[in-house]
């Protein structure tokens, strides 16, 4: 099993961490492995775009149908001579 050192933490931090592990009766070295390995086990949620959030918030309410207007030719650059 691995160890690490970590060097220049917070005193404000320390305790906390102190107070922590007393609050969930574990010593501050198990409390730190408890913290890092909840921190490293956590899946990636995959961010979901705009557009499909709003989706999926309103699918339940039915949907709408556009009629689309008719495409039309495009029009002729404009000319800078």
């Given at each position: 099993?691995?160890?690490?050192?970590?060097?220049?933490?917070?005193?404000?931090?320390?305790?906390?961490?102190?107070?922590?592990?007393?609050?969930?009766?574990?010593?501050?070295?198990?409390?730190?492995?408890?913290?890092?390995?909840?921190?490293?086990?956590?899946?990636e949620v995959?961010?979901?775009?705009?557009?499909?959030?709003?989706?999926?918030?309103?699918?339940?309410?039915?949907?709408?149908?556009?009629?689309?207007?008719?495409?039309?030719?495009?029009?002729?650059?404009?000319?800078?001579?």
């Amino acid at each position: 099993m691995a160890s690490i050192t970590i060097r220049n933490l917070d005193d404000d931090v320390k305790t906390r961490l102190r107070v922590r592990a007393a609050e969930n009766g574990r010593s501050m070295e198990e409390e730190a492995r408890v913290i890092l390995r909840e921190a490293v086990g956590r899946e990636e949620v995959p961010v979901k775009g705009l557009g499909t959030a709003i989706h999926e918030r309103f699918k339940p309410f039915g949907g709408v149908e556009l009629e689309l207007p008719p495409r039309e030719p495009m029009r002729e650059p404009p000319r800078f001579d």
